[in-house]
Structure formats: structure tokens, C-alpha cells
């Protein structure tokens, strides 16, 4: 195939990630372990009408069609069948597909139909699928992209790849629901996604994300300075009128000039933005705790790995010390465990998941040791011939939830499932409910900076704890009803409670039962439909960027080019299920 597609930028290009639903057992590899609700998923999954629910758009695909100037269509979780018709709808001259590994099939099924219905299509197929062993005789496509879509994008279109990246302005999350209920979502209320830089140069040896991207000492940078991110975050902030950022980054603290050179344009122009980042444990301790709190720092998701874990990013880390001292700034934590680590020994493992449960962390993610295709760590074990063949393990089960995909040094083939359960658990009946310990830590960043002498802090302190009194208090009160009822009481949601009633006065005393009563009854509901075995998809999305709708318009070649760095994506169509 030649480098440059021949229509260059009047190619039409589909852009879609693999089809739903995927929260069911089939034969295209969805499973119910393994939905589309990144914390169901893998953190709340064993705490029932306590789980949080929610889904996350394909950033990657956003990132792209907000970065080409072919007309392009942006499919976001259809289903089979909306994908065919899409087919039979439209000719592209690109179709882009992007996938895990353990939905290989779906992309399989994706490129058969593409090349069944629209012979002369341009197959492109990026994202971690791309490193599954045999994905180029599994899929057939024509192009398989490694890394930075972007850029080969542009290149293949025949545009400039280096040019500044022009970033989407979108919602981080949708269809949050938590104790039955979904809160309306005001414009604001939810986080904008900024994507500062892909890749992570630490290349620990189990990190696809890093390996994607280059490994060890390789990332991509989108935005190289402080003064460009400020600037896209200003875009974003007057776009869609945002108080936080979910901020897509392997380790954004990483790139500590960026980072303070952020925090300085923060201060000097007054930003009060929240912001939700990745960051390694000893990348979190180089920052004086007041240079996270002025970055607006709020929630922080860091790697644990295990005990005696032997990862630099980890070393001479106290993390359960650096997990009390953020959560008593108001930085809410989620710690990662991995279960399986080599030296685990079944005999080890209840004293392995007590030290992770320990932490307390508000939110605790476990997987399984993992080996995917394009790590060191799937080489090492490729080496020592321990993976699994794909006669001992469906691909579709290899996501880190269910079984490892080789054999363990120590712990017998099957054990690890049972570990997995034993650590979500154990961290439930010890910690309680994760959205129960988010607002105890969100209470103690609003105690001790509520009256702050910088307005700057004070104002995010306000905003992002503007519901302690009411709604969290309500649903403390439920919460608290809930384990009361069940003969399980918790001491500390009565003394949280009380906490809460004691600095929101007359308010929180009086709301908190209303508005609990109200959540008790959906948390009631919630558990039967649970019971039932209800399971919950994200809507279908489907984008038209300017070109697109130019295209539509008859316009083609003659849409008003966008020359700042925030692209608008239009929703052309909405929800369909
Ligand atoms: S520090 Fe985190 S993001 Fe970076 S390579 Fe290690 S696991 Fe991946």
C-alpha cells in the first residue's frame, strides 16, 4: 500500500471503536467480567449498588479526527449492527478501527465486514490490539499503527505530522451512576480530558501503555511546554465552560518543568482549575505537598504494585505515609495492586493483600499480573516458554480480571481468581464503601483549606466540595441506614456524618435524611436489578467533524479552516442504544 493515501485530504475516513455490547459472554469476546466501565470494571467491582458506574469516550479516536482535515465520522461504541449500516449508508475511502487485545475478534469482524461491503477501502487498525501476537493473520487490514495515530494519520493524508496538535474539547466521562443514581450532570460539573502527552518513560516492564509508545525513556509529547498547555486548558475552559481536567497523561508529574511552569500561569492569571492525574509514587513525593495543592492536585490514581515490589518508580516510596498526607490535604487517592506479582506465593497472599488494603486509598484498583504482547515482560515470558497457548487461554480472557495468562512460578493455574475476589473484598470490609472514604478525605482538604488566605484555593476547595452538606451528606446518611439495616454497622458513617453536621450546620442536618432517603430507595432498587444480573452499555456516538459536515453541506474543500488549537467535534446524532 503506498505511504500517502492518493485523495490525501478529500479522503473520507470512519473512524470507530469495536462494537458493543460488551458487557455479556459471546462469541465476538465481550464478557460480563470485563464491561466498559473502566472503575466497574476493575476498582468498585466487588461493592454491588456501591460501585461507581460510569463510561469513558475513545480518547485516542477524538484526538485523531480532531487532527486531520479529511472529512471524518467518528463512531463511538456502536453496535454491530449500527456499524453495518454505517457501511451500507456511506462510502469511506478510510476506515479506522481501534482495540485491546482481548477484542481481537470484534476487530477481525470489523476489518471481514469493511472489506465485504466497501471492497476499496483503506483498513487502518491501531491501538494496543496492534501488538496481539498474531494480529496480522487474525486481522485483515492494511495498515496496523503502532503509537502516535496522529501523526501517522496526517502523514498518510498527506498533512504536515509534526504540526501542533490541536485538541478535542470534551466531557472526561458519561452515565455516571452510583447507589442507584444517576446525578444530572450540569455543564461544569464534569471534567474536561486533556491529553498532555501519550506514553510513560519509566517502561516498567508489565506497562502496555508505556510499551505502546516506545518503552522505557520514550513518550510523545503533545504539548512540550507549560505555556502550551495553559493555553489549550484556557481554550477548553472558555469551549465547554469546565472546572477540572481529567488529565490522560501515563505520568504527568513526570514532566516536572511543564508542571510548574503550569502551576506559575495558574497563579498568575487566577486558575482555580481541579485537576484528576496519573502519577508514579516517587514522581508524587519530589512535590512539596503546597506545589500539588496550588496545582489544583485532587485526585491523584498511582501505582502500589505490591510489597517489596522492586519498580524505581516505587523505591524508597513510604506509600502508605504518602497516601495519609495527601488524602489529609483533600487529594483523594486511587492505589494499583497487582495480584500474581513473580515472588507471590499462595502462602503469602493474605498478608500481600492486607499490606495493599492497608493503604486505605479511596479507591483501589487490583489486576492481575499480566503479560500483554508488546511488553519486556511478555518477551521474558515468551523466553521462558510459561505463556499460555491460545488452547489453554481465550484471548478475550486475558484483561487482568479473570485468569493469567501464564503459568506462575507459584501460585497453581486457577488460584488467582480466587486471590483477585479475596483483595476487592477484603478492601471493602475494611475500608467500607470507596465513595464513602472520597468524601472523609474531601472533608479534610475543605477543613483545612475553606479558609485559605489564596482565594485561588479557596474557590476550587468550594467548588469541589459544594455538595459535602447536602447531596454527600444525604448519601452518608444512606449509607450509614444501609449497613444499619443489614446488621453490619459502620462506626465511622455515623461519626463521618456527624463530622459533616457539625461544620454544615442546620443544612447538612436537615438535608441529610431527605435527601438519604430518597437514595436508600434507589439503593434498594438498584440491588435488585443487580440481583437480576443487570448489566449497563454506553450510548452510541456518532461525530462529524467541520470537513464532515462541510461534505454534507456540498461544501467539500470549503469549510472554514479552524486555525486555534481546540477543534469543536459536532454531535450529529445522539444517543442511540
Ligand atoms: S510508572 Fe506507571 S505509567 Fe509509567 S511505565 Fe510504570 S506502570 Fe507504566
Known sequence: MPDIHPLGIRAKVLLSSVFGPYAQDDAYGSRKINPMELYHNQVTRFQGVFSLRMFHRSFGLLLIQSNIDAPCTLLDFPTRERFVEELQQQNYDIVGISGIIPNVRKVAEMCRLVRQMQPKATIVVGGHVTNAFDVASTVEADHFVKGDGVAWFRRFLGQEPAAPVRHPAIYSGFGMRILGYSPKEKPGDTAAVLMPSV?????CNFCSTSALFGGKGHFVNFYETGDALF???QQIEQRIGIHSFFVLDENFLLH???ALRLLELMQQNDKSWALYVFSSARVLESYDIEQLVGLGISWVWTGLEGNNASYAKLSHVDTRALVRKLQSHGIRVLGSTIIGLEEHRPEDMPEIIDYAVS???DFHQFMLYTPNPGTALYEKHKADGSLLSSDEIDVADTHGQDRFSFRHPHIPAGWET?????AFMRDFEVNGPSLARLVRTQLAGWKRYHNHPDARIRRRIAWENRSLGTTYAGAVWAMDRWFKASGKPVAEL???????QQHFGWQAKVLAPIIGMRLLMSMKAENRRLQEGITYEPETFFEKNPAAMALDRGL???HAPVEDTIRPVAVVTPAMA
Open 199 to 203: 506514553g510513560c518513560p519509566m517502561g
Open 231 to 233: 493555553d489549550v486548558m
Open 256 to 258: 516536572r518543568k511543564r
Open 359 to 361: 493503604h486505605a486509598t
Open 418 to 422: 480466587r486471590f483477585l475476589a479475596d
Open 494 to 500: 455515623s461519626d463521618l456524618l456527624a463530622d459533616i
Open 556 to 558: 467539500a474543500g470549503r
